[in-house]
């Protein structure tokens, strides 16, 4: 299938975008798009200093050229905003002033801050990407700061998008490698969501599915030109990315694009984690350390002999809800925050006695076959390192100021951080956590903790 066809295709399956500019000279189109898709309206441009520099201009010349009335636009003067709620009110007081609609120049931050703005004014907006940093341009919800907690807010995706991979391989490096980071998460996702299917948890749907990952392993072919700015291997990457988000609005679920791997970035969005001058880690730097631990899960899932498990034994020594609850707070009791969340979360998943075992007979008979099938899917752990390390996005934990005994400390909370079915439940319930976190951060372990 042409890839114009599969845009058309996710076009027409989307529930909130209809539009779709995607390749080099793209911006020069924004002005017909917006006209297409807002007839009547006036337009204002959100955008930042750098974004405003590297496409904010010609996007101001497209929109004029098309004789649809602007207001001034806004930029941000800040060196340092980020998604967080006072800069939220910030855009969304400045929208209320009329009813022009919003075309965000900019990538994750004026994405978001954008989409949620416009959404609580009850307004659609145009998103006009600068960077392949992460596939939340397609994507509903916005991830905003509040109350010194990331949180997803529900809210559509941009009625519009329009994306030149020249600019994108022009912008700052660790901006490509922070989507690629994020896009190569989707390959462990997969696996867990053939888990979750074989276990009668979440179906796969297969549009979406088909969507994000046919084109999955070209989009990821090219790292180290992905670094080099290479306009064509940008262009895949970007591709990919939103396809991603699309493969999410197909089915108002998340699911596509996140498994284990995001559980840590979730978690560390919790602690603010940052580094030294104060600058947020970003989503896909996060999430790629968490697609090296998920890897190594399902690696080691793969060489256990899952198809004559002890069904009998493991469903004995199951542990009562009030024995899981005492787990969770001994782990937590340092971390209400995390704690509230585990516990809520982790209910909401735990299957008793009889569910347990009806989970464990499926995975015995169907391990065979799944396994096989994602022996086939998963690219291996170290490949996974080696393409994050050309990529130029971190590779070791300390990288984004993670110690090893911080990795440890999260990694204990993740098996109960969300209710979606992963890998890490497979750990949990078979009984396997304990020697995997041997493997991980024992004696002569992948990062040994003293």
């Known amino acids: 299938m042409k890839h114009e066809d599969v845009v058309a295709e996710a076009l027409r399956r989307a529930s909130d975008t209809k539009a779709l500019e995607f390749g080099v000279g ?49 930029i941000f003067e800040d060196e340092h905003f980020y ?3 006072s800069f939220l009110e910030r855009v969304e007081a400045f929208l209320a002033e009329d009813d022009a609609i919003a075309v965000a120049v900019g990538s994750g931050v004026i994405n978001d801050l954008t989409k949620l703005a416009s959404h609580h004014l009850g307004r659609r907006y145009v998103i006009v990407g600068t960077a392949a940093s ?23 995706a941009p009625y519009g998008m329009i994306f030149d991979p020249q600019i994108a391989a022009a912008a700052p490096k660790d901006l490509a490698a922070s989507g690629y980071a994020d896009l190569i998460a989707k390959v462990p996702a997969a696996a867990d969501w053939m888990i979750a299917d074989a276990l ?25 030109e992905v670094f080099q700015g290479d306009v064509q291997a940008t262009a895949k990457l970007a591709y990919g990315l939103i396809m991603s988000g699309f493969a999410m609005q197909a089915i108002q679920s998340s699911r596509p694009a996140s498994g284990t791997e995001h559980q ?7 602690e603010g984690l940052s580094y030294p001058d104060g600058t947020h880690v970003s989503h896909g730097f996060k999430v790629g350390i968490g697609t090296i631990v998920s890897t190594l899960e399902l690696e080691f899932l793969l060489k256990k002999d899952i198809a004559n498990i002890d069904v009998d034994a493991l469903v004995a020594n199951w542990k009562s809800w009030p024995e899981v609850e005492a787990e969770i707070r001994e782990i937590c009791k340092d971390k209400p925050g995390h704690m509230a969340r585990c516990l809520e979360e982790t209910k909401a998943k735990y299957p008793d006695r009889k569910e347990l075992r009806s989970q464990l007979t499926i995975l015995k008979e169907c391990w065979a076959d799944l396994s096989e099938k994602i022996r086939n899917k998963i690219i291996s752990s170290e490949q996974v390192y080696e393409n994050l390390k050309a990529v130029g996005a971190p590779y070791e934990p300390e990288m984004i100021c993670v110690t090893r005994e911080h990795l440890k400390e999260t990694f204990s909370f993740i098996p109960f951080m969300r209710s979606r079915f992963t890998n890490i439940d497979l750990l949990y319930r078979l009984g396997y956590l304990e020697e995997f976190t041997q493997t991980l951060f024992g004696k002569g372990g992948r990062w040994e903790v003293e």
């Open 134 to 156: 992460m596939d939340g341009y397609t994507a509903f919800g916005a991830s905003i700061t509040k109350d010194g907690n990331k949180q997803t807010f529900s809210c559509r």
């Open 83 to 85: 998604a967080e709620w």
């Open 200 to 224: 009668g948890e979440e179906k796969i749907d297969e549009f979406a599915y088909s969507l994000l990952h046919n084109d999955l392993m070209d989009a990821l072919s090219c790292p180290a």
């Open 264 to 270: 840590f970035s979730h978690c560390w969005d919790m």
């Open 26 to 74: 793209a911006i020069a189109r924004t002005g017909e798009l917006f006209l297409k898709l807002f007839p009547v309206s006036p337009a204002v441009i959100i955008a930042d200093k750098n974004t405003w520099e590297a496409a904010g201009k010609d996007v101001y010349e497209s929109l004029s050229k098309a004789g649809i009335p602007q207001r001034e636009p806004y």
